[in-house]
């Protein structure tokens, strides 16, 4: 597999432990054992495949190490902690993590995670031709999202999405005017339920919404459809 994987964990003997059945699970692994010295390995050496980020770290937190991650990088990102409560779970993905997995874990469970993030990152939508869509053509706010090439651009400037991000608005603009239910959007982005709930779509619809709405707090793109779930409405 040679797939590049970095540990951020300040506990030893679990940072080594899960190093050895990462490996064991075929990925090339480096550690961390602080939030500083994950960003400066990424800064120095680039960011690896995927990151496996705990919330319990020494100095800068998780949380604190993700936001600066996202700031430059959108590599894909678990957090895998013993914190488990909503509040915990819901900050760890709105400062920009993908997935959530909480210890103890097994390790199958969490290298299928990890496989079904690195095919997310991989492929964009499925779309038949490769025609830019428009998501709003208002003169100061053009927003054209480009499948094929991963893109996203405001205004003739590039938009920073994470993968996740990318995918579920590509996923969204696909059925322009239609409802998509959470679990629908669970299926398809996520490849499976997220403990068996839907704030993982709340999080990263919220998220999306602060990067492409004219008004985040009256979103007109992605509009929430009670009861149902979110629709894309172009505005054009």
């Known amino acids: 597999m040679n797939t590049p994987l970095m540990i951020v964990e300040d506990d030893t003997r679990v940072r080594e432990s899960l190093r050895l059945a990462m490996e064991d699970e075929g990925y090339v692994v480096a ?13 120095s050496r680039g960011a690896p495949a995927v990151m496996l980020v705990d919330l319990m770290l020494g100095g800068m ?12 990088h959108d ?50 939508v499925e779309r038949e031709g490769s025609t830019d869509i428009v998501l709003d053509a208002a003169a100061h706010h053009r927003l054209v999202l480009s499948p094929e090439r991963g893109a996203l651009r405001l205004d003739g400037d590039d ?20 409802v998509l239910s959470r679990q629908v959007l669970l299926d398809r982005i ?7 709930d839907d704030r993982i779509v709340d999080v990263h619809v919220r998220r999306l919404r602060t990067k492409i709405e ?16 979110y629709r894309l409405d172009a505005q054009r």
């Open 61 to 72: 937190d998780g949380f604190s190490c993700i936001r600066e991650l996202r700031r430059d």
């Open 159 to 178: 938009v920073n999405l994470t993968v996740t991000e990318f995918r579920l608005l590509c996923e969204l603009a696909q059925h322009d005017g239609l």
């Open 31 to 43: 550690e961390a054992e602080s939030g500083e010295r994950a960003l400066d390995q990424v800064h």
């Open 75 to 124: 590599v894909p990102i678990i957090v895998v902690s013993a914190r488990d409560d909503t509040h915990d779970v819901v900050a760890a993905l709105e400062a920009g993590a993908d997935d959530f997995v909480t210890k103890p874990f097994e390790v199958k469970e969490l290298s299928a995670r990890i496989r079904a993030l690195r095919r997310r990152s991989r492929h964009t």
């Open 214 to 229: 004219r008004d985040p707090a009256d979103p007109r793109l992605i509009v929430t459809v009670r009861g149902l779930g």
């Open 190 to 196: 996520w490849d499976r339920g997220f403990f068996g």
